[in-house]
């Protein structure tokens, strides 16, 4: 349904905007499917689990919260990752890759 794909994408921006403003947000960004246009992908990244948990206590996520139901019809997967070591890949210099801290940082 069109109109419901207008508002998700409404939602996605505008969560994604007030999410980067946040303390411990590394990135936080939505994609769209190839396959299927109505599929959204969110990508985050965060320096620490504390900073993720944080997060699902603001106002911005509430809001985002309550109005899934109106936009979504499919099913929500959820995988989290905790990221060890960050290396550069064979074509980019190693000053490129973000972070070589010990601690892990939360892609979620």
Request: charged share 30%; net charge negative; glycine share 2%.
């Amino acid at each position: 349904v069109p109109e419901r794909r207008k508002r998700a994408l409404q939602l996605a921006r505008e969560m994604s905007d007030a999410t980067q403003l946040e303390r411990g947000c590394i990135s936080y960004d939505f994609y769209v499917g190839l396959q299927d246009p109505n599929a959204l992908v969110l990508f985050q990244e965060w320096e620490t689990m504390e900073a993720l948990m944080r997060h699902y206590q603001t106002e911005h996520m509430k809001v985002f919260m309550d109005a899934l139901p109106e936009v979504v019809s499919g099913e929500i997967n959820t995988r989290r990752f905790a990221v060890q070591t960050m290396e550069a890949t064979a074509n980019e210099p190693e000053e490129s890759y973000v972070s070589k801290s010990e601690a892990p940082r939360i892609v979620h």
